[in-house]
């Protein structure tokens, strides 16, 4: 499913009309009809509806939605919140229509009588919108926000910029957002997200061809069919040659539980033999903890690497760097190392990101796979910049970094964005805020490095691994946890129970 921003949108649209040659009083009135359809599994014949009408397409959807849901019988008030004849185009159309039909529009001078409602349709301010709420609109989604009954936005909640760049300090608080054709950037971003309820996306009509010429990089939604349809199945003559030699590097003194958590996650996933290698100083304490892994004690300073590790590295399949190495000089040398020489995929998370942020050049000359994984402060000391423009800017300043160093990244985070070194994006819908604490970055690492030993593809691979990641806190949260009690370890013990629904 294609996330689009506001100009990419003007731009399909555009195409449709201009190049396809469907009409924008059609669209309009596909528009009108899908979100009604959709809305009919939300209604009660017996409430009361009202629909809030802006000027724009927006007000246009608004202006439909009112017209086919009077037709059907419902009790409905449409409120024009503009004179008449600020309506132009397709929406004053529409609304030459609505008046045909023997229906009329009433005026919201009184916004305490929004409290008569059951229901309350949003079709006040669309993806044009930027900047701060005007009157009346501002005192209006106010007071709706005040009520606790259903409210429902029509393509995007009024108040959100589409392309969720810019801050929210208030907008329509919607129970359900039905969005047309494709959800819009700001539906995977914070806090903008939080404004838009259930998302349901709708189709309008648009033929794929207006997407595809109009779109330059692809911007998808991770799905739990497309990891259905992409996650490997084991063969009955399997054997744990077949599944990925991987290696762990990791661990210090002060951080023993990394590395652990590492390879229990990489091990679980289907890992098929997993080493880890960490300071000779940790050996026994990492090694009491994991029976199933082997080991490579390195020469250690300070409780951390030295800056070698005494191995051939052309026998493993992947290898992940980095869960609570620390920043002592030995992470970065042994890091640089690996970048000029490994030939095989290279996943670099935790501190391992702290010490490629000193050598990130290195990435420019690599020919096989690197996978990052920051959370927003680690990529925003990757940039250079502060964690807040990161925030402003998840999409464009991933796509940058991952084609400038020609790395898979994965910025962490709420609605975690996946992107190749091609700019293809991939944004998760699993996960919550249980995640949000110490481990849960070194699981994921894990994971990502049993799934790129066992998958094709290496995008898979990652979107899979995430998806699964959050899926197993969903699965917690949804089963006997809270979102304030859930362990790194706990993670880990939730991943049967996720595959169990694939397998």
């Known amino acids: 499913m294609q996330i689009v921003t506001a100009n990419e949108m003007y731009g399909i649209d555009r195409f449709t009309m201009d190049e396809i040659g469907l009409p924008g009083v059609l669209l309009m009135e596909n528009a009108g009809q899908a979100i009604v359809n959709k809305a009919l599994d939300f209604l009660d014949r017996k409430s009361k509806l009202a629909i809030l009408i802006g000027s724009g397409n927006n007000g246009g959807d608004g202006i439909v939605i009112a017209r086919i849901l009077k037709s059907l019988g419902f009790s409905v008030d449409a409120y024009l919140l503009v004179e008449e004849d600020c309506l132009k185009g397709d929406a004053l159309f529409h609304f030459k229509v609505y008046r045909k039909s023997g229906f009329d529009v009433m005026s919201l001078r009184d916004f305490s009588c929004l409290k008569?409602?059951?229901?309350?349709?949003?079709?006040?301010?669309?993806?044009?919108?930027?900047?701060?709420?005007?009157?009346?609109?501002?005192?209006?989604?106010?007071?709706?926000?005040?009520?606790?009954?259903?409210?429902?936005?029509?393509?995007?909640?009024?108040?959100?910029?589409?392309?969720?760049?810019h801050?929210?300090?208030?907008?329509?608080?919607?129970?359900?957002?039905?969005?047309?054709?494709?959800?819009?950037?700001?539906?995977?971003?914070?806090?903008?997200?939080?404004?838009?309820?259930?998302?349901?996306?709708?189709?309008?009509?648009?033929?794929p061809k207006a997407t595809n010429k109009v779109l330059q990089y692809d911007r998808k939604s991770w799905l739990s069919k497309d990891v259905?349809?992409?996650?490997?199945?084991?063969?009955?003559?399997?054997?744990?040659?077949?599944?990925?030699?991987?290696?762990?590097?990791g661990g210090s003194q002060?951080?023993?539980?990394?590395?652990?958590?590492?390879?229990?996650?990489?091990?679980?996933?289907?890992?098929?033999?997993?080493?880890?290698?960490?300071?000779?100083?940790?050996?026994?304490i990492v090694a009491s903890q994991i029976v199933e892994a082997m080991f490579i004690p390195c020469p250690a300073k300070n409780g951390q690497f030295q800056g070698e590790i005494n191995t051939d590295l052309s026998m493993y399949n992947a290898i992940a760097f980095g869960p609570g190495i620390g920043r002592e000089k030995g992470g970065e040398t042994l890091l640089s190392s690996l970048l000029e020489t490994l030939q095989v995929p290279l996943i670099v998370d935790a501190d391992g990101l702290y010490h490629l942020a000193l050598i990130k050049e290195k990435l420019k000359h690599r020919t096989y796979p690197t996978i990052l994984t920051p959370h927003t402060g680690e990529m925003a000391q990757l940039l250079g910049c502060s964690a807040n423009e990161v925030d402003q800017?998840?999409?464009?300043?991933?796509?940058?970094?991952?084609?400038?160093?020609?790395?898979?990244?994965?910025?962490?985070?709420?609605?975690?964005?996946?992107?190749?070194?091609?700019?293809?994006?991939?944004?998760?819908?699993?996960g919550n805020a249980a995640l949000a604490k110490g481990g849960s970055g070194d699981v994921l690492t894990g994971i990502i490095l049993a799934f790129v030993m066992n998958h094709p593809s290496i995008q898979e691979a990652i979107s899979n691994a995430v998806f699964v990641h959050g899926k197993a806190a969903d699965v917690l949260v949804e089963q006997n946890?809270?979102?304030?009690?859930?362990?790194?370890?706990?993670?880990?013990?939730?991943?049967?129970?996720?595959?169990?629904?694939?397998?």
């Open 254 to 284: 002060e951080m023993t539980g990394a590395p652990i958590m590492t390879t229990k996650a990489a091990l679980t996933a289907g890992g098929g033999l997993i080493t880890v290698a960490i300071p000779d100083t940790i050996h026994s």
């Open 116 to 165: 008569k409602y059951q229901v309350i349709f949003d079709a006040m301010l669309g993806i044009g919108f930027k900047g701060e709420l005007r009157s009346p609109y501002r005192e209006i989604i106010s007071e709706c926000n005040k009520l606790d009954i259903t409210k429902i936005s029509v393509d995007i909640p009024s108040g959100i910029s589409a392309d969720g760049r």
């Open 167 to 207: 801050p929210t300090k208030l907008a329509f608080q919607a129970t359900t957002t039905i969005t047309l054709q494709h959800p819009k950037q700001s539906a995977y971003t914070y806090p903008a997200r939080n404004f838009y309820g259930n998302i349901e996306v709708v189709s309008i009509g648009i033929p």
């Open 228 to 249: 259905e349809r992409t996650l490997p199945h084991r063969s009955p003559t399997a054997h744990k040659g077949m599944h990925g030699k991987g290696l762990v590097i």
């Open 393 to 430: 800017n998840r999409f464009e300043l991933s796509r940058e970094f991952a084609i400038q160093y020609g790395v898979y990244l994965v910025l962490k985070g709420p609605c975690s964005i996946v992107t190749t070194p091609t700019g293809a994006q991939y944004v998760n819908v699993t």
């Open 481 to 503: 946890h809270t979102m304030l009690d859930v362990l790194a370890s706990d993670v880990i013990g939730a991943l049967p129970s996720v595959f169990r629904t694939f397998f």
